[in-house]
């Protein structure tokens, strides 16, 4: 089974820290997207990539940065962390770009 | 943009019922995804479709793409089955898949 592991579960940052959220998957896919979920919205897509050190933003870019320096890992970083970005950040890979998704199990971010 | 609207929103059922979750979307798609997301956060695949029907198990998922629309049918609903059900529609144009709000299915014993 192709597993995507997010870093950390539960996490609790300070206003104005740079988070980094970690998304490691094991089955060389070519295609990685970090979503956020909040409640009565769905997921919507922060940025993407469909290749080593590609990027492509999605709906809600702004506060958010990435990184792809290698195939199975995707990075999401929050430059300076604010109260609006409490939210539940789910990772995504797929194999090719017409593919179903494989999701991690979530990292539930809270900035106080 | 695709807009996408599921019904409906919350749904309890007995445990033993038919049960039917509708998607529709507003764009020409290629593809469809149906994904579960238990308590906690986990989100799985359920399917992947752009045409007809497709079963697994108690699951059975439709796509019209003419009328634009889904259906994801559960069979003898079991308590397990209780979870929050989204759909993604893939629009022609683009990289993503754009998602639904999901609906929330409790299946009560």
């Known amino acids: 089974d192709v597993k995507v592991t997010q870093s950390s579960r539960y996490l609790v940052k300070r206003t104005g820290e740079k988070v980094f959220l970690e998304c490691v998957q094991d089955?060389?896919?070519?295609?990685m997207f970090w979503y956020r979920q909040d409640p009565g919205l769905g997921l919507r897509l922060i940025y993407f990539?469909?290749?080593?050190?590609?990027?492509e933003k999605g709906d809600i870019p702004e506060g958010y940065s990435v990184s792809r320096e290698k195939k199975e890992r995707f990075s999401l970083i929050l430059e300076s962390a604010s109260t609006n970005q409490t939210s539940m950040y789910l990772c995504a890979s797929s194999w090719r770009v017409n593919y179903g998704y494989t999701f991690g199990s979530g990292t539930r971010l809270t900035v106080v | 943009k695709n807009e996408v609207e599921q019904s409906p929103q919350n749904l309890t059922a007995q445990e033993g019922e038919f049960i039917t979750i509708n998607c529709s979307y507003s764009?020409?798609?290629?593809?469809l995804h149906w994904l579960q997301q238990h308590p906690g956060g986990g989100i799985v695949s359920l399917f992947m479709l752009s045409s007809g029907k497709k079963k697994h198990g108690r699951l059975i998922a439709t796509i019209n793409i003419q009328e634009k629309h889904s259906s994801l049918h559960i069979t003898a609903s079991h308590p397990r089955d209780s979870a929050v059900y989204i759909c993604a529609p893939r629009p022609n144009t683009g990289n993503q898949f754009y998602f639904g709000t999901g609906t929330s299915l409790t299946v009560i014993p």
């Open positions: 089955m060389d896919h070519e295609n």
């Open positions: 764009v020409g798609i290629s593809a």
């Open positions: 990539s469909y290749d080593v050190k590609m990027k």
